[in-house]
């Protein structure tokens, strides 16, 4: 079959780059002509110029045999890693035109440089980067309709949310710009765009990456995460993500990184898959249940063994994370002062004019609503009747998630309780967002890696994520039962506009 570039996988790729089937200039200028006429958004800055001085340079790797594991291979990161080539803005005008003088941890291992500093440097895994991809801003919300560069439409059907905030790298991966992006996941945002837009993500365990140069939203839940079309895909950038960076972030564990695809030929015969009856409450839309049901049953005739979990405080996940998250996030955007970086107001009247003008007019009202809750729930005589309530119910559900884990070796159900909404659906109503996070947020509130698997469509052909959990350090077991997951099913290979087969066709063996 002769397929277009577009349509490989990443490792089919590496692999063509590696046999000269293709080089990495001729495949970055495909990606970029269909980023040119891209109609979703995604992007917000492409630097053609960077990108092709990337693919020769992986070019001569290649020829040379010094390639890194990905070589050539093209990628785009959300717009909330730092980035020298490119404008970092964080979906704020606050950042509007933002040039970092150096790159993030994550950029830098998987482009071709490494890690490590200049001098030491070890190679990365060769990716070439093609820009930066639209996401709300600071990462708050579920729909990328919070970004100050307007909102991104969902490849699947354009009057719909891509969900958020990695909304720019689901849709860019869903619409075929990118065979991978980066996202980040603070409450779910890598798993629920993912599912919305029916690509493949995984959050990995809090600490496995290193969040230098990732602007910071709420740093004791923000990770890094991979998000692609298969669980091999994800499991192949998630090996190059992760590992140790302690000199640059005190919060990245001292664990070595793992080959990810390790356990794909193991069957999941034996599998304990728990399902937690809070996850398939009246809630659920139906279209949602009757996809997951159907998946998980065909699971179940793989020898797999489902077994009832209770999470029995899944519910007060939400108001827990919407205190937790702002209050960090009110902390972390006092940075922005108009001092330092970003965006300073015109002619202030004194000093405090200009904080109060430069914030006033930086910032969208989401992030605003955010501070003012966060500043809030901090203050003397809240903190003790929110804040420190919030923390307490964070440990419980942790502690709920070891019992549940202790009987299981996966959580498994939905990732949001409908399919992508209408933009501008709940513009009136931010809660509703808040109250779409509630399968994402448990996990995110207890460190658990997680991923969204593409499961099967839903309502209006739009797609339906299933959300797998699993225990600290477990993304090897995710990705294994995602990767035996989509050699018996063909949602993930599914393309937006692909007329017969989205959809309806799509099917489960
Ligand atoms: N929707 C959640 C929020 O707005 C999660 C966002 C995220 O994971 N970055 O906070």
């Known amino acids: 079959m ?32 269909r980023i040119g006429g891209d109609a979703s958004g995604s992007f917000l800055d492409v630097n053609g110029e960077a990108a092709l001085a990337q693919a020769r340079r992986a070019d001569a790797r290649l020829a040379a045999g010094t390639a890194g594991p990905l070589e050539g291979v093209p990628l785009a990161h959300k717009d909330i890693f730092v980035t020298r080539d490119y404008a970092t803005t964080a979906g704020s005008k606050m950042l509007a035109g933002y040039r970092s003088p150096f790159d993030a941890t994550v950029v830098r291992r998987l ?160 599998l304990r898959i728990g399902v937690p009856k809070q996850f398939f409450g009246p809630g659920l839309a139906d279209d949602v249940r009757t996809a997951i049901e159907s998946a998980l049953a065909v699971l179940e005739r793989q020898g797999a063994v489902r077994v009832e979990v209770d999470l029995p405080l899944t519910e007060l996940a939400i108001p827990a994370y919407y205190i937790i998250a702002p209050a960090e996030a009110s902390s972390n955007l006092s940075r922005f002062d108009g001092v330092k970086f970003g965006h300073r107001t015109a002619d202030p009247d004194d000093l405090i004019d200009m904080y109060k003008k430069s914030r006033a007019e930086g910032f969208g009202a989401e992030v605003k609503r955010r501070i003012m809750t966060g500043t809030y729930v901090l203050s003397h005589g809240y903190y003790d009747a929110y804040y420190l309530q919030a923390q307490k119910i964070r440990r419980m559900i942790a502690d709920d998630f070891q019992r549940a884990l202790s009987v299981c070796d996966v959580i498994a159900g939905p990732v949001a309780p409908t399919v992508a909404w209408r933009i501008g659906q709940n513009s009136d109503d931010p809660v509703a967002d808040y109250l779409a996070d509630i399968f994402t947020l448990p996990a995110s509130l207890a460190g658990l890696p997680g991923m969204s698997v593409p499961a099967g469509f839903g309502a209006h052909g739009l797609p339906v994520g299933l959300q797998l959990i699993g225990n600290y350090f477990g993304e090897a077991r995710l990705l294994q039962v995602a990767h035996q997951w989509q050699q018996l099913s063909d949602h993930h290979v599914q393309r937006p506009g692909a007329a017969a087969g989205a959809g309806a066709g799509a099917g489960a063996r």
């Open 2 to 33: 002769n397929k277009s570039l577009h349509e490989y996988s990443v490792a089919e790729l590496a692999q063509g780059l590696r046999n000269k089937s293709f080089s990495a200039v001729e495949l970055a200028q495909h990606c970029l002509a």
């Open 111 to 270: 482009g071709a440089e490494g890690a490590q500093d200049d001098a030491k440097a070890t190679g990365g895994a060769g990716m070439v980067c093609l820009g930066k991809v639209n996401c709300d801003e600071f990462a708050m919300g579920s729909g990328n309709e919070n970004s100050a560069f307007g909102p991104v439409k969902n490849p699947w059907d354009p009057s719909r949310v891509p969900g958020g905030s990695s909304g720019g790298s689901a849709a860019a991966v869903a619409a075929g710009l990118v065979p991978a992006a980066t996202g980040t996941d603070t409450g779910g945002s890598i798993r629920q765009p993912s599912g919305f837009c029916g690509i493949t993500g995984i959050k990995p365990t809090y600490g496995r990456i290193s969040r230098y140069g990732m602007i910071a939203y709420a740093s004791s839940l923000d990770q890094a995460g991979p998000m692609a079309r298969s669980a091999e895909d994800c499991a192949l950038l998630l090996g190059a993500m992760c590992g140790p960076d302690a000199d640059r972030d005190s919060t990245c564990l001292e664990v070595p990184t793992e080959d990810f695809t390790r356990w794909f030929n193991e069957p999941l015969k034996g």
